[in-house]
């Protein structure tokens, strides 16, 4: 069973750069053509997509978060990574990664859902 | 201000069914699958229903999902205490991008 866990610092200062990381359990992060997501909830919310990184390494990211943030992957520990700089107290959120499962047609293949997600981490932004 | 829309709440008795509605328009829900999600309070989003009217392993059939032009609506049947939860539709524009409606709050009574 497929498992993610998110960690990283809970308590950002304003202006600082946010830093998560997602590892990846019970498969590989290579294998399945799979891509990987970040989502994240402000309190009493509801859910925002921050990214993805698609299998090839091709990255997607939320065009209101886009100057702000980078997703990476790291094949060898099996773990993908969220980085989003000049926080501010809107950044505030429980954040959770995920697995993008998806479809090909026509010798594509697209993104269609999130299928495993962590246990979502919070993160707050306060001086 | 979400891309695609929820009513932010709905209600039915136990054992009743009940229908939570998911608009969007021709550059997402259009031209893309529909996936909805459960979260249950205080735990991570849940896959419900993926590629419009898919049910993942173990999820029971009294979960269902359909979608017509630039909406999408899931339902459930035989409603449960343990059913109370918000629930979240999702899709995909042209660029790639991932939108999520505001979520709609199941209260069952």
């Known amino acids: 069973q497929l498992q993610l866990q998110e960690s990283g610092s809970g308590l950002v200062k304003p202006s600082q750069t946010l830093s998560l990381t997602c590892a990846v359990s019970?498969?590989?992060?290579?294998?399945?053509?799979?891509?990987w997501s970040w989502i994240r909830q402000p309190p009493g919310k509801g859910l925002e997509w921050i990214g993805y990184i698609y299998h090839s390494g091709s990255t997607y990211y939320n065009p209101s978060l886009k100057s702000r943030v980078t997703i990476s992957v790291d094949r060898s520990k099996n773990q993908f990574s969220l980085k989003l700089s000049s926080v501010t107290a809107a950044d505030t959120a429980v954040y959770y990664c995920?697995?993008?499962?998806?479809?090909?047609?026509?010798?594509?293949?697209?993104?269609?859902?999130?299928?495993?997600w962590g246990q979502g981490t919070l993160v707050t932004v306060s001086s | 201000q979400s891309v695609l829309t929820q009513p932010p709440s709905v209600s039915a008795a136990p054992g009743q069914k009940v229908t939570i509605s998911c608009s969007g328009s021709?550059?997402?829900?259009?031209?893309?699958?529909v996936s909805w999600y459960q979260q249950l309070p205080g735990t991570a989003p849940k896959l419900l229903i993926y590629?419009?009217?898919k049910r993942p392993s173990g999820i029971p059939d009294r979960f269902s999902g359909s979608k017509s032009g630039t909406s999408a609506t899931l339902g459930i049947t035989g409603l449960q205490t343990g059913d109370e939860a918000d629930y979240y539709c999702?899709?995909?524009?042209?660029?790639?991008?991932?939108?999520f409606g505001g979520g709609t709050k199941l209260t069952v009574l």
């Open positions: 019970g498969g590989s992060i290579s294998s399945g053509g799979y891509s």
């Open positions: 999702g899709t995909w524009d042209s660029s790639l991008r991932a939108v």
């Open positions: 590629e419009n009217n």
């Open positions: 995920a697995r993008v499962g998806g479809y090909c047609s026509g010798g594509s293949c697209y993104p269609s859902y999130f299928d495993y």
């Open positions: 021709s550059s997402n829900i259009g031209n893309n699958y």
